[in-house]
Each structure stands twice: as C-alpha cells, then as structure tokens.
C-alpha cells in the first residue's frame, strides 16, 4: 500500500518535533550550557582577547578563566548562593504563595467560568479570548479551566466546540505575555532582564523595575482579544465547519456557595485595592520616594509582596466562605501543594543559577555583546529589522524549548547586551521577546500542555492529534505574531514623533531607547 506523501508543513511540524524530542531537559539543558561555559571561558582566556567596556570609557575586559586554581575555588564557593541568588527564584517563589491559595480554593477557576458565563451570545468569542489572556495572573490554571470550558459552551450555542476550544487556547498560551494586571511572568522575566543589564551598566539596571513593560502589555489585551476573535470566527471556524458529533455536557454555571464566595472575595480585593491606593496617592504617602515619585519608590520595588497579597487575602476569603479552608491547617497545606508544584522551577532553578552565574562571572556576555553589536552594525542590521530579526529567532527557539523562564535565562546574558550597545533598551529587549515567546507557544508540541490540549479537543473529534490541533491553532500564531509586532514597532515609531506631550515608554520609567 502506497503512503500518503506529507506536504511540506506537515513535514517541517514532524522536524520540530523529532528536534525537539531530541533535546535533553532544560535542568540538563543548563547543566551543559554552564559546562560549556567554564570550558570556553578557559578556550577563550588564553586567546587574549579583549574588548573596550561599553560602560566604562578606557576600561578593557577580558574573558576570566574559571578553570584555573581561582575559578576552580570559585565554582565551589558560589554554587550555593548562584542557586540562591538565581534572579526569579524568589519572587516567583513569593508571587505563587499568593496566587496559588487563589487557585487552589477555586477561585481562579470561579473568575473565569463566572466572566465567560455572563457574557453575551455575540460577545462570547470575545470574552473566551479575553478570559484567556488575563488568565495569565494566575500562571497556567487558564490551560486547565478555560480550553474545555469554551469547547463545552460554544458547543452548547450549537458551534463546533473545537473553535471554541482553540479560542480559549489561543488567549490563554499565544497571548500569554498580554494583561490588565502584573502576573507571575513579570517578575519572573524582570529579574533576568536588570541582571543582564547590569553587566553593562549598573546604574541604569539600579533604576528598572518589574513593571517594565506594563504599558504595552495593557494596550495589548484589547488588540489581542479583537485580534483572536476574528482569527476564531473568520478563519478557524468556517474551516472546521459544522459540527457532526455527539455533544454530552451540560453547561455547568455557577452555584449559590460559589457566587456567595466571589462577593465576599470582590470585597476582600476592593479592600486590598484601597489600602494600597493609601499606600501610593498621597503626596507624602509612605510608599513613595524620596522626590514623592512612584516609579523609583519603595512601592514599586514591593511589587511582588503586593501581587502576592492581592490574591491572598481574595483566595483566603473564598476558601472560607466555600469551605474549602476551614482551619489554619488547610492553608498551610494548600500553600505546601503549591510549592511542591513549583518542585521542577526549583531544580531548574539550581542549574540555571550555575550557568547565568558563570556566564557573568567569565565576563563572555559582556564581550559577546560587544562583538555581537559591532557584527550586527557592520551588516547594517539595526532599527526595525532588528527587532523583526530578534522577534523571528526567538520565536523559533520557542518551538524547540517550552519554558519562557528557561529560554530568557539563555538569551537575556547574550541579547540584552548586544541591544544597550545598539541603543535599544534591556525593557525592549525583553518585550520583543515576550511577543515572539507568547505568539509561538500553541504551535509547538513541546509546549508542558500541548498533550493535555489534545487530550480535551479527543473528546470531540477521536482523530485529533498533533499536527491536527497545530494546523488549527496555526492561524492564531501567525496572526498574532504579525499584528504584535507590528504594534510594538508603531509603539517605538511613537518615540520619534517630537509633537507627543509624552514619552512612549513600555512601562514605568522604562523607555524605549537606552542612551550610553
């Protein structure tokens, strides 16, 4: 019997995934990339070479051999606090502790099935894409709560549930790094992106803050939710057509218990808001700075514990009225579920600490990045180009390595620099690359929830499979890729108009260019 000859996407999809499957696990990942680190340092010592630091005019730096008796010494004296002082450790540490009552209580879950529940008939596209979006403040319970949860209501308004599924996929995962609020990913990413910085200029990274892109990641949830709509209801759902199988769910909505614990939560969060609010507004409020101001203040250097309690206090009020948390005991093991949840981060953690460590500490990011950007100058590629470029590489390392984290612990050492040189900001630097890692995530098989994806969209078509759900969510990839970017490139565009009575910056004090 002849086979079926495979066109050349499905093809390029089976090569992804044989690639990818190829690759060790990132904990083993990091374990090599920091070996290699310490071999090159010692490859690339004894050359000689050197470079002018970019900070520091007449300063020469050369690459440190961590292989002689210092670096040696060196490697042993610091793998305990390279594990510790690995930048996300703690604060996503602390943000899930807050984040993880709120979903484990099932408040999370409530939010969203309430939202969607209550919009109407002709919004309901809308409303799946944008629940999906905002459900990244509650990390990844939006891949669990919201796929099967669009695929049971659009089948219950007589859709294909599959177009309702995708919609839901496509906020939660290719518009990940979009929201209304600062999420787990902020902090997480933040932390890199003033560590790389700082390489080349400590003062500057002094002064950045978690909250870097806010600005642009707001304005995104409204382009993003118009964005995935259309893509479901022009492109996706027309090519899947009507659906033929058997629909046996009922819609389930919310209960009394349930709504009783959302106001009483809403409550508890209107509260939370206020108190904050007294915190920042006042002119000589305690939270601000020195000057009065809030971007260098007390109060934005505290972003993690206020995020953390902000969903706290919310999760701890409706677990007690749903009475999911009766006694001190359940939260503390409510917050014991989410740390051993957290057990792979914190391995990871450990290796990827080693390698950003002795990455800075041999001084190659810092020599890469000044090679890299005068390459890059030579070939003329700067501008738009260059972000275009940089937006194109990352999102093809997202096929083939899941983890935003892992990925930006890799290329933020390398990246950042390159673009201060070029004179583009380490908060543009970490933007563009949150485009490229968000719009890519739904099309690769090796993204943590691609299997359980496919796993909801088999109860209602057996024969789905891997290249099945990848040539559905495809257009959402592609479309969103295309559209961000070009919204990040009209928003750095901005930066040039002299008529604007404001700086267009991607978040609080935090420009577009960086200035030497």
Not at 262 to 271: C, D
Not at 433 to 453: E, H
């Amino acid at each position: 019997m002849e086979k079926t000859r495979k066109g050349l996407f499905q093809r390029f999809l089976d090569g992804v995934e044989h690639l990818g499957n190829k690759l060790p696990h990132p904990v083993t990942l990091f374990a090599i990339l920091a070996l290699a680190v310490l071999a090159l340092s010692a490859i690339i010592s004894a050359t000689g070479v050197s470079v002018e630091h970019p900070g520091e005019e007449g300063e020469m730096v050369e690459v440190s051999n961590l292989l002689n008796a210092e670096g040696i010494q060196y490697i042993f004296e610091s793998m305990v606090e390279n594990f510790i002082g690995f930048a996300p450790l703690g604060v996503v540490l602390a943000t899930m502790l807050g984040i993880g009552i709120a979903e484990r209580t099932g408040l999370i879950s409530a939010c969203l099935r309430g939202f969607v529940l209550s919009v109407p008939k002709k919004l309901v596209t809308l409303g799946l894409v944008f629940a999906g979006i905002m459900s990244s403040v509650a990390s990844d319970a939006g891949y669990v709560v919201l796929p099967p949860l669009g695929a049971v209501i659009f089948a219950a308004l007589g859709r294909h549930p599959l177009a309702g599924l995708a919609a839901a996929f496509a906020g939660v995962s290719a518009g990940f790094s979009a929201n209304l609020f600062l999420s787990a990913t902020d902090p997480m990413l933040g932390e890199l992106t003033i560590d790389a910085a700082s390489v080349v200029d400590p003062a500057y990274a002094e002064g950045m803050n978690i909250a870097m892109n806010y600005y642009f990641i707001f304005a995104s949830v409204f382009l993003l939710t118009f964005v995935g709509a259309w893509v479901t209801e022009r492109i996706v759902e027309p090519r899947l057509g009507k659906y033929t199988g058997e629909y046996t769910e009922d819609l389930k909505g919310l209960d009394a218990i349930e709504k009783k614990g959302l106001i009483a939560a809403g409550i508890a969060l209107f509260i939370g808001l206020i108190a904050t609010a007294l915190l920042i507004v006042p002119p000589n409020a305690i939270m601000r700075g020195e000057d009065g101001s809030i971007v260098q203040s007390p109060f934005m250097s505290s972003l993690v514990p206020i995020i953390a309690l902000l969903f706290f206090i919310p999760g701890l009020v409706y677990g007690k009225v749903t009475k999911n948390i009766r006694n001190d005991k359940d939260v503390a093991e409510q917050l014991s579920d989410t740390m051993a949840s957290m057990g792979m981060f914190i391995v990871l953690a450990f290796t990827a600490g080693q390698f950003v460590a002795y990455f800075t500490e041999s001084n190659m990011g810092l020599v890469l990045g000044v090679f890299g950007a005068q390459f890059l100058e030579s070939i003329n590629l700067s501008g738009i180009p260059l972000i275009i470029m940089f937006i194109l590489v990352a999102g093809f390392i997202n096929l083939f390595i899941g983890s935003a984290s892992a990925k930006w612990a890799m290329m933020a050492p390398v990246f950042v620099p390159i673009m201060m040189q070029l004179g583009y900001s380490p908060e543009l630097t970490q933007m563009a690359y949150r485009v490229a890692d968000s719009a890519t995530n739904i099309i690769t098989p090796l993204m943590t929830y691609f299997a359980i994806i496919i796993a909801f969209a088999q109860k209602y078509d057996k024969k789905m499979g891997i290249g099945t759900l990848i040539s559905v969510m495809f257009p959402y990839s592609i479309v969103f890729l295309v559209t961000w970017t070009i919204f990040l490139i009209l928003w750095m565009s901005l930066g040039s108009l002299d008529f604007l009575p404001f700086e267009p910056n991607l978040g609080p004090g935090s420009p577009i260019h960086y200035e030497k």
